[in-house]
């Protein structure tokens, strides 16, 4: 099974940015899609951002305008940039990646914490 590793996640004023890499051990061009998901304490598991194969993007409505998800298919890099952070995201924010035959791999997390 791939291996997702997040990085780049830590403590962050309001209205501060951040960019969080997902590295994973094989090549990206074998899954479909390749996400990130957030969970806050007491909060269910919610999708962030996600970007499929072919191109197309899908973002939360609190994510809408403020990140922004990449690939880097040559690193095997999923990036989401995010900028004008809010308190209301402080989460651990997971790596996700789908294979075409609906595998599903998860990193281990990364904390993403907004506080002044």
């Known amino acids: 099974q791939v291996q997702l590793v997040e990085s780049g996640g830590g403590l962050v004023q309001p209205g501060g940015s951040l960019r969080l890499s997902c590295a994973a051990s094989?090549?990206?061009?074998?899954?479909?899609?390749m996400g990130w998901h957030r969970q806050a304490p007491g909060n269910q598991l919610e999708l962030v951002a996600q970007n499929t194969s072919g191109g197309t993007t899908d973002y939360a409505d609190t994510a809408k305008g403020r990140f922004t998800i990449s690939r880097d298919n040559g690193e095997n890099k999923v990036y989401i940039q995010m900028n004008g952070l809010k308190p209301e995201v402080t989460a651990i924010y997971y790596c996700n990646a789908m294979s075409f035959t609906g595998r599903i791999s998860w990193g281990q997390g990364t904390q993403v914490t907004v506080s002044s």
């Open positions: 094989g090549s990206i061009f074998s899954f479909n899609v």
